[in-house]
């Protein structure tokens, strides 16, 4: 689950409503059914008289729908304020996962061009290309068991 704290304004004639019959919030999913059922524990104003209430809510795994928060019962007339919930918006780790995703992509696209692509040795060199068998992406100096320059008898490859 992740738990984010979320807030509301619902203004100064809203003020001073916590507790059981106060503010509260229910989680909807995309298509508006009950995700998790109205609650008013956690929920505080943060400052008295300022109708801003707020609460730590925990959100389901990869949740997409709604906060759907109410005045409670503490006053004559209902008060209603939603706001949207999507994973990929709201989780602070999908900037860090999309990071590292983008650097794999690019290793594992090096790694099928030097699978699939052409390679040759020649001049004490081992060169790779890319699957196109045109674009060159890694040249590797070839050494023997003594560390000298051989393309017959290659113990060591160093990358150019």
């Known amino acids: 689950m992740l738990q984010q704290l ?3 304004n619902f203004g100064k004639n809203c003020a001073n409503a916590t507790g059981s019959l106060g503010v509260g919030y229910t989680i909807l ?4 059914t009950i995700t998790t059922s109205r609650s008013t524990s956690d929920v505080y104003q943060l400052t008295s008289g300022s109708g801003i209430y707020a609460a730590y809510v925990s959100f389901p795994d990869n949740f997409r729908g709604q906060l759907l928060w109410d005045t409670g019962t503490t006053f004559p007339t209902a ?3 939603t706001e949207q919930f999507n994973y990929e918006e709201n989780n602070p780790n999908v900037d860090v996962t999309n990071q590292m995703v983008t650097q794999m992509s690019g290793t594992t696209s090096q790694l099928y061009d030097i699978q699939y692509g052409r390679w040759k040795i020649e001049n004490d060199q081992m060169k790779f290309y890319k699957a196109d068998n045109v674009t060159l992406v890694a040249t590797f100096n070839l050494f023997d068991d003594l560390g000298a320059p051989s393309m ?5 490859r160093v990358k150019v």
Request: proline residues 0%; charged residues 20%; negative net charge.
């Open 29 to 32: 999913s995309t298509s508006g």
């Open 6 to 8: 979320r807030n509301v």
């Open 79 to 81: 008060s209603y304020a």
């Open 152 to 156: 017959d008898t290659v113990f060591e």
